[in-house]
């Protein structure tokens, strides 16, 4: 199983300033990997897939990249809607389809 | 506008069995693989389960296996999961959430149907 490990667990930020999540596969993921944005009481919503493309409707203040086997998340300027948890999850070799443990982007 | 519905959570005994629906609508539903996905309060994200476009392949987390069964009927546009021997750990709230084409992200969620395991 590839397990993810998402860094850090919280991360506070001011907003209008840039956000960078890390996340971490255990093994080549290839970029099969997705990244989800989930608000509370809400269902995750799709952000981003093959770890640099938006999916439909997403802002290009979101941006993803990855070096080896280090995916970020990148939020150029954080806007207030913005602030949720984040999850990424691999896609590259299941079952199962794992995700990491999530970071908490919150208002400093 | 695309759609899942879930259905069918509640409080069940430990040991006992439930079953959950999900009503999709707005896609070609039998083109795309489902999965069940939940989330324990105050946890992340667990996939649970998937099913291929046609129904010919399940798949299940181990924690889940041999307890948990995942269907579908193409038909009637909707995907089930019949839980038997529920544990407490299996409270969560439970998603089902479909493929943007195969196995790459999930694009549509539902809303979520929660089921607490208690005595």
């Known amino acids: 199983e590839i397990v993810m490990t998402q860094s850090p667990d919280t991360l506070s930020v001011s907003p209008g300033e840039r956000a960078t999540l890390s996340c971490r596969a255990s093994?080549?993921?290839?970029?099969?990997l997705a990244w989800y944005q989930q608000k509370p009481g809400q269902a995750p919503r799709l952000l981003i897939y093959?770890?640099?493309t938006r999916a439909t409707g997403i802002p290009a203040r979101f941006s993803g990249s990855w070096s080896g086997t280090e995916y970020t998340l990148t939020i150029s300027s954080l806007q207030s809607e913005d602030f949720a948890v984040y999850y990424c999850?691999?896609?590259?070799?299941?079952?199962?389809?794992?995700f990491g443990g999530g970071t908490k982007v919150e208002i400093k | 506008e695309v759609q899942l519905l879930e259905s069918g959570g509640g409080l069940v005994q430990p040991g006992g069995s439930l079953r959950l629906s999900c009503a999709a609508s707005?896609?070609?539903?039998?083109?795309?693989?489902i999965s069940w996905v939940r989330q324990a309060p105050g946890k992340g994200l667990e996939w649970v389960s998937g099913?291929?476009?046609?129904?010919?392949?399940?798949y299940y987390a181990d924690s889940v296996k041999g307890r948990f069964t995942i269907s579908r009927d193409n038909f009637k546009n909707t995907l089930s999961l019949q839980m038997n021997s529920l544990r407490a750990e299996d409270t969560a709230v439970y998603y089902c959430?479909?493929?943007?084409?195969?196995?790459?992200?999930?694009?549509?969620w539902g809303q979520g149907t929660i089921i607490t395991v208690s005595s």
């Open positions: 999850q691999q896609y590259h070799d299941w079952p199962p389809l794992t």
């Open positions: 093994q080549d993921v290839s970029s099969d």
């Open positions: 093959g770890a640099s």
């Open positions: 707005g896609f070609t539903f039998s083109r795309y693989t």
């Open positions: 099913i291929s476009g046609d129904g010919a392949d399940t």
């Open positions: 959430a479909k493929d943007r084409n195969w196995a790459d992200g999930f694009d549509v």
